[in-house]
């Protein structure tokens, strides 16, 4: 859906900055949690809004968070695909992966209740909610994203220390402050303690800020090349793109300088609210409806963007829980055509399930459908195990190993996160159910056919309608029919007769390939003897 304003009239426009200016602004929702499937369809929304003219691209952040690997993927696109005018608007929330994706934007603009920051990542594991990451392995995870917000504080003139406090709660950082020039400088322990010769107070005041003189951000020369020689013209703009930082604070500066307030804690991880973040400089602007952004940039048209109806449809379709639920009714529909083929019903949810398992990540170009296909092949070689060679085992130890890969692998592909522990719990879940599902099938039908009703009346049906007898004269048109045993009879096994794989119990052991002639039935299983 698509909404627009037009400005009321130009006297409304004020003076706007050269790289903020925009014709006409397109303002696209991320609500809800940040996935893949969110990833797609923002940038589906951008190319829409691009074609329509749209030369400003605001992302209107509602979110708590995300995966990992598509905030990272989020963040490159921004920064490489979509209008250098791409504005983030905190509306009214960005914690975690929307305020990563948020600072990778040219500006942030925030609502006057506006709320983000708290961007550590986290590992949860079903049924068991959040777990605590090593030193070591919180350390491999945090490396990402510490580099992606280091970027994004260069590219757009932020203070590193404080965008990475947002990823990293061992930051403690305060503001200190230059009366007589008017500047306000965000520092560490370490920088503290080269002005001041002393650790940093215990008791200093908490963050309380009021809009006043502007921060001078600190960056990093470690990636900047002021000089850049030889290199390519990516290379040469991406130096050009680093603004200068203030030089490290040290000694000489103690004089002129004054506590203003602590703004992070060693043991807390930053999140600031939209007074804070204007005082700060992180948010250039507050912006309270969509019809601001008229008088924001200069545009004579403001369109929302809302998310295509599919993007909810393919985000059920390739959720963990919807997969488990296809796997399941996989292995219920093998289960029973393997015990009563013919019959449809089976076939017939068995297929489609196997369809939505194998195109539903197509939906939004998630290139994950070999562990589905893996599924699919382990279940065919468990079918060619008990149709074919039965007894021989080896392809239905395959089909077995088969399955549980594909099992464990959707679920690890398709809900990518900084642990990939959480993905692999839920596919040894869904496994363990399947089997349990499996084995209660198998189960129901020999109580179904021992017990007769309509169940059983339903496998039989099955079975002779495969074979063309129907079931007014099954006993007639078996008794005495020969067949042969496709797996050992100890004393029970199955044998073909007319054309179908049945249970059968002999008198005796008898090997696979021998004779056998149908005797009578009991219980669901024909009762046969070795032909002479």
């Known amino acids: 859906m698509v909404t627009a304003w037009t400005p009321a009239s130009a006297a409304e426009v004020l003076a706007i900055p050269p790289e903020r200016a925009a014709r006409s602004v397109a303002i696209l929702p991320v609500r809800g949690p940040m996935d893949a499937i969110t990833v797609e369809g923002i940038s589906d929304r951008v190319a829409r809004a691009r074609r329509d003219g749209a030369d400003c691209i605001v992302l209107a952040f509602d979110t708590p968070g995300g995966e990992l690997t598509s905030t990272l993927d989020l963040c490159r696109r921004i920064k490489g695909e979509y209008p250098p005018n791409t504005i983030a608007w905190i509306a009214p929330q960005a914690f975690s992966a929307g305020t990563i994706a948020a600072l990778a934007c040219r500006e942030i603009v925030v609502m006057p209740d506006a709320v983000f920051g708290d961007a550590a990542p986290i590992a949860a594991l079903p049924g068991l909610g959040l777990q605590a990451l090593p030193a070591t392995e919180r350390a491999k995870i945090e490396a990402p994203l510490l580099s992606e917000v280091t970027d994004?504080?260069?590219?757009?003139?932020?203070?590193?220390?404080?965008?990475?406090?947002?990823?990293?709660?061992?930051?403690?950082?305060?503001?200190?402050?230059?009366?007589?020039?008017?500047?306000?400088?965000?520092?560490?322990?370490?920088?503290?303690?080269?002005?001041?010769?002393?650790?940093?107070?215990?008791?200093?005041?908490?963050?309380?800020?009021?809009?006043?003189?502007?921060?001078?951000?600190?960056?990093?020369?470690?990636?900047r090349r002021p000089n850049v020689t030889g290199g390519t013209d990516a290379d040469l703009e991406a130096s050009q793109r680093m603004l200068p930082g203030r030089a490290p604070l040290a000694a000489a500066d103690r004089d002129r300088l004054r506590l203003v307030s602590r703004l992070d804690t060693a043991d807390e991880l930053l999140t600031l609210r939209a007074d804070e973040a204007m005082a700060l400089g992180l948010a250039k602007a507050r912006i309270a409806s969509a019809e601001d952004f008229r008088a924001h940039t200069g545009a004579t048209a403001v369109t929302v963007h809302e998310p295509r109806w599919s993007e909810g449809l393919a985000r059920v379709l390739t959720s963990w829980w919807f997969r488990g639920l296809l796997i399941l009714a996989l292995v219920a529909c093998f289960v029973g055509e393997m015990m009563a083929p013919g019959l449809g019903v089976f076939s017939?949810?068995?297929?489609?399930?196997?369809?939505?398992?194998?195109?539903?990540?197509?939906?939004?170009?998630?290139?994950?459908?070999?562990?589905?296909?893996?599924?699919?092949?382990?279940?065919?070689?468990?079918?060619?195990?008990?149709?074919?060679?039965?007894?021989?085992?080896?392809?239905?130890?395959?089909?077995?190993?088969?399955?549980?890969?594909?099992?464990?692998?959707?679920?690890?592909?398709?809900?990518?996160?900084?642990?990939?522990r959480a993905g692999v719990a839920r596919g040894l879940i869904t496994l363990a159910a399947a089997i349990a599902l499996g084995g209660f099938m198998l189960w129901w039908m020999g109580r179904a056919r021992e017990r007769g009703g309509l169940a059983s009346a339903m496998i039989l049906q099955a079975e002779l309608t495969a074979a063309g007898i129907s079931a007014a004269d099954a006993s007639a048109r078996l008794l005495g029919a020969e067949g042969v045993a496709v797996s050992d009879l100890r004393p029970a096994g199955r044998v073909r007769v007319a054309g179908v794989i049945r249970d059968a119990r002999a008198e005796g052991w008898l090997d696979r390939g021998t004779r056998v002639r149908v005797t009578g039935s009991a219980g669901g299983e024909l009762l046969v003897e070795r032909v002479a």
């Open 348 to 420: 017939l949810v068995g297929i489609a399930s196997a369809v939505l398992l194998v195109v539903s990540p197509a939906l939004y170009g998630l290139a994950d459908w070999w562990p589905a296909a893996v599924i699919l092949a382990g279940l065919a070689l468990l079918a060619v195990e008990i149709l074919l060679f039965p007894g021989t085992l080896v392809a239905g130890i395959a089909g077995a190993l088969a399955f549980a890969a594909g099992t464990v692998g959707l679920f690890v592909i398709s809900d990518p996160s900084p642990d990939p």
């Open 152 to 223: 994004s504080a260069r590219r757009r003139g932020h203070d590193e220390r404080l965008c990475r406090a947002f990823v990293s709660a061992p930051i403690a950082l305060w503001l200190l402050e230059d009366p007589a020039r008017g500047e306000r400088y965000v520092v560490d322990g370490e920088e503290y303690r080269a002005v001041f010769g002393e650790d940093p107070a215990g008791d200093a005041p908490t963050l309380t800020l009021t809009p006043g003189a502007p921060l001078l951000p600190w960056i990093t020369d470690a990636l």
